[in-house]
């Protein structure tokens, strides 16, 4: 276990100043709308959140197992009467204090005690001890047991009152009157939270870090237009993504026929970023099973209507030819989840249902989430038993991978323009219901408008395959619709070479990327960043510091993001390294290469911080792109070239990696703060 407390120690006798005091007597809290979410604010009083108690209170110690730091800290756990409302706080040593806590969240999540490890989605052990390592308390809740069974307490109220509940907490703990001030972060569902919970509330948090941001209507389409790319394009992701790497054609359209150059340009326009196919053999659209109930729930005459009714895509012969529905029988059970059919089904199954035939469980369908021969795993297998008659049946898959184009939604959100006439008409049928920003206010409590209090740093990944990255200037575009100058309140971060999940260490455990190979040789963790953002948040609204400027970037017109290709033009907090291979350093800049086996061959790279975002202190290496990593000598300091030799020996195709990793106070020695980008070239080893 990661996480351990101290258990020798007695825990602490339960006083009236800790476990019975509740805030102070203010107005209650009200809608600022009819029918509109309660609106908190610092003074008033969530009437169903008016009583709060804590039943522990501990000493306890903490080591992130990564970095190897440990910390130390009094555990208070409690929750709010009549609820099913839980938090947890961690407070650090009197001497490490610096009057302000760091609460992250996610939607789904259910305990409000740290979880072991990272990634950091919700309160984990990495996210405590970079916290209290950097003079921050931390508050955690469990979202009142989470969407949806939390109900209206577990989008942002339950984490408001614990947030003003811990600073009385505080101030009894460190004998101080100081007001701690508070910052609100988490990741996709997790941003729609932080959004959602900054609009909602005034003065609870005095500023926010949303991570990875979709647009209120990418849950589900977002996810359904990745497994339509999959299904279609099957046998030409190879190409493509080879098109798109370092050294490629870069017209990742040549060789496909109408269908396929459609469903490409389709899906890039709506937002999957192109350079993102590199990752295409294990893509299976994210969690989609786990959201596409809600849209069965909600809009089930949609799969009658796809098949049946003029203009959906279920009367074009190629979709027909895709529908599958095979009978068979379970032949036995596998590990977990596991089913061994007598049969082998068609690729196409992936998202479509297991139908129980017969048996008690007869009429009952379940979700295929992976297909490997002629087995199959599924969302839960409990029931299922050896000579079960079932059925396969990918018809709501199917049709639900064409689900965006009937959900034009309002307000524009300009990823669906494709789907318009000029005159603003839809293109094809619209359903009756417009699913995304229904699940968006489940999560956040509202659908995400622009109008935000505080301040805020946004956190956006130009390589994301689940929340498209043009989301992040939408809400930008929002927040100046709504707040007008937004000098002084926001700035949006892009991470180039980033992904969906703020953890490079959550490729290799399986969390979201299904055990991509090499990972590291492609993207970079995101987790540097948000720990930065933190800290500057804090740095602005206690000392008035403006944070670095927004990443200068542009949105083309298949609304993929670009970034200027220069540190200082760029701005936000990445380094910007480029790549070259020959006899000298000035070279032009097309990634590509053709050397001999067994001669020395000699890399340039150089690097680059935008103003007032640090030093580059590491530098690393892979040559055969096998996602090892060496590291190179380094004078630490703000921009600089360098060079390696590296020797090939076996013929082939190589795409050397070069690394480089940034911090704010050129500190090569921490384990926070750390922003990296990466470059890659193509080698071609005659």
């Known amino acids: 276990m990661l996480l351990t407390f101290g258990l020798a120690f007695a825990e602490v006798p339960q006083k009236a100043s800790v476990v019975d005091q509740a805030p102070p007597v203010t107005s209650a809290c009200e809608a600022q709308a009819v029918h509109g979410p309660l609106f908190i604010t610092e003074s008033c009083n969530d009437p169903e959140l008016s009583k709060p108690y804590v039943d522990v209170r501990r000493p306890g110690t903490m080591t992130d197992k990564a970095s190897g730091v440990s910390v130390s800290f009094t555990y208070v756990h409690g929750g709010f009467s009549g609820t099913n409302a839980r938090f947890s706080f961690y407070f650090p040593t009197a001497e490490k204090y610096k009057d302000r806590f760091f609460q992250t969240t996610y939607p789904t999540i259910g305990v409000e005690d740290a979880a072991p490890g990272c990634p950091e989605i919700g309160t984990s052990t990495c996210s405590v001890v970079f916290a209290l390592s950097s003079g921050a308390y931390v508050v955690s809740t469990n979202n009142a047991g989470g969407v949806p069974a939390g109900g209206p307490l577990a989008a942002y109220r339950t984490n408001a009152a614990a947030a003003k509940y811990s600073r009385l907490i505080a101030k009894e703990i460190y004998k101080t009157d100081a007001r701690p001030r508070g910052y609100l972060y988490g990741a ?312 969906h999940g703020p953890d490079i260490a959550g490729y290799s455990a399986g969390v979201a990327f299904e055990h991509s190979a090499h990972a590291a040789d492609h993207i970079v963790s995101y987790l540097g960043e948000v720990q930065q953002a933190l800290l500057d948040l804090d740095a602005w609204v206690a000392q008035g510091i403006a944070p670095p400027e927004s990443t200068n970037y542009r949105i083309d017109a298949e609304n993929q993001v670009r970034l200027e290709p220069d540190a200082e033009l760029r701005r936000g907090i990445q380094p910007v390294v480029t790549l070259a291979a020959g006899k000298t350093s000035n070279l032009s800049s097309h990634p590509i290469a053709v050397v001999k086996k067994g ?25 055969e792109g096998d996602g090892r990593f060496t590291s190179q000598a380094v004078s630490i300091g703000r921009q600089f070239a360098f060079e390696e030799v590296h020797r090939f020996v076996r013929p082939g195709t190589y795409f050397p990696v070069v690394r480089v990793t940034a911090q704010r106070e050129g500190d090569a020695n921490t384990s926070f703060g750390l922003v990296q980008n990466l470059t890659s070239m193509r080698v071609t080893v005659r």
């Open 188 to 499: 996709s569902g997790g941003a729609y939270q932080t959004v959602g919970s900054m609009e909602n509330t005034s003065g609870v948090w005095d500023g926010a870090v949303p991570m990875v941001f979709g647009v209120p209507n990418a849950i589900p389409n977002f996810m359904a237009s990745q497994l339509l790319a999959l299904r279609v394009l099957r046998d030409k992701l190879p190409q493509i993504a080879d098109a798109v790497a370092p050294g490629g054609s870069g017209d990742p359209y040549a060789g496909l026929n109408a269908e396929q150059r459609n469903t490409l340009r389709e899906v890039t326009r709506l937002g999957f970023p192109l350079r993102a196919w590199w990752q295409y053999a294990t893509l299976n659209g994210g969690g989609f099973w786990a959201v596409e109930g809600a849209v069965r729930s909600i809009d089930p005459s949609y799969v009658e209507d796809f098949w049946s009714k003029p203009g959906y895509e279920g009367k074009e012969s190629s979709v027909q030819a895709a529908r599958v529905r095979q009978d068979t029988t379970v032949k036995n059970n596998g590990e977990g989840n596991e089913l061994v059919l007598g049969l082998e089904p068609s690729k196409d199954l992936l998202n479509g249902d297991l139908i129980i035939v017969d048996g008690p469980k007869a009429g009952q369908s379940v979700v295929i989430t992976g297909i490997e021969g002629n087995k199959v795993k599924v969302v839960n297998a409990s029931g299922i038993t050896s000579g079960t008659a079932v059925r396969l049946d990918n018809s709501w898959a199917i049709a639900l991978e064409y689900y965006s184009r009937h959900q034009v939604p309002t307000p524009h959100e300009y990823g669906w323009d494709q789907y318009v006439k000029r005159d603003g008409a839809p293109l094809y049928p619209q359903r009756g219901v417009i699913i995304g920003p229904i699940l968006n206010a489940s999560s956040a409590g509202s659908v995400a408008s622009g109008r935000f209090h505080g301040k805020m740093i946004m956190a956006e990944s130009v390589l994301d395959v689940s929340a498209y990255p043009w989301s992040a200037d939408w809400y930008r575009q929002q927040a100046l619709g709504a707040l007008g100058d937004l000098s002084g309140s926001f700035r949006l971060w892009y991470m180039d070479n980033a992904d």
């Open 599 to 623: 001669r020395d061959v000699i890399f340039w790279a150089k690097a680059q911080t935008p103003p007032s975002a640090g030093k580059i202190v590491k530098v690393e290496w892979d040559f």
